[in-house]
């Protein structure tokens, strides 16, 4: 069998390993689960190195594990690649009916109420629902923001969300001297989740900031461990105050 730009021949290929492959066919939905999800983050990694060739490559990955999942499913009558295909397909005409009928609207803010109101009428008991609790928590901060932005529930002005945070910040100090970890850490969540509103209102995504910030960290604590390496020495030999030098040497570089 020879690589294919097919959907259909991918499917096929996907079914031969599934019957042929040892390790393929002993997968079960739970056994990849988090392949799929590492495959996710793979794949949001290359968006933000801006490396196309690689992002697509990753989509491949994530393509492989629609498709392996719906083999799963078909083999024991749960649901097939073509129900998949058809219930997206239904739900985003269902969902945009300023596209696909006579409804007008005026413009985005408009389209992302109307997408709210059309979940509840489907059976949603909250606008909330069909978030996972299992997203990293700024990610998770920030739908859930977004998702009462549109129906109306949020801060006219960033302003107003920074006065909140400033707020919270009072608040979690006061728990620093208390022997009530419990009530700490409650007030260093709410603390988080008003930092990850100011920044939405200022368009500003926390999670790609984190994960900037942590690759700065990443970068500059690598430079520390070069230098100290190449004097022959270890971070466990070395000390706050060399360490540093080399951090500020490292904040120095292009």
Known sequence: MSPSHKFEDLIELISILRRECPWDRKQTHDSIKDNLIEEAYEAVEAIDEKNFEELSKELGDLLLHVIFHSKMASETGSFTIDDVIFRISEKLIRRHPHVFSD?????????????ESIKL???????????????????????MQEK???????????????????????????????????????????????????????????????????????????????????????????????????????????
């Not at 409804?103 to 997408?115: D, H, L, M, R, Y």
């Not at 949603?124 to 998770?140: A, F, Q, T, Y």
């Not at 989740?193 to 700065?216: Q, W």
């Open 148 to 254: 009462a932005a549109n129906v109306g529930f949020d801060w006219s002005e960033w302003q107003l969300a920074w006065e909140k945070l400033n707020e919270e910040i009072d608040e979690w100090k006061e728990t620093i001297t208390m022997q009530n970890p419990e009530k700490r850490r409650e007030e260093f969540g709410d603390l988080l989740f008003s930092l990850v509103n100011v920044g939405r209102l200022l368009k500003l995504n926390a999670e790609d900031a984190i994960r900037l910030a942590n690759n700065k960290f990443e970068e500059r604590f690598r430079y520390i461990e070069k230098k100290l390496e190449e004097n022959g020495k270890t971070v466990n030999d070395s000390n706050l105050e060399e360490m540093d030098r080399y951090w500020n040497e490292a904040k120095r570089k292009p």
């Open 103 to 115: 409804i007008q609207v005026n413009g985005s803010e408009e389209v992302a109420s109307n997408w």
């Open 121 to 143: 009428k489907e059976g949603k008991e909250s606008i909330l629902d069909g978030i996972p609790k299992h997203l990293p928590g700024l990610i998770r901060a920030r739908r």
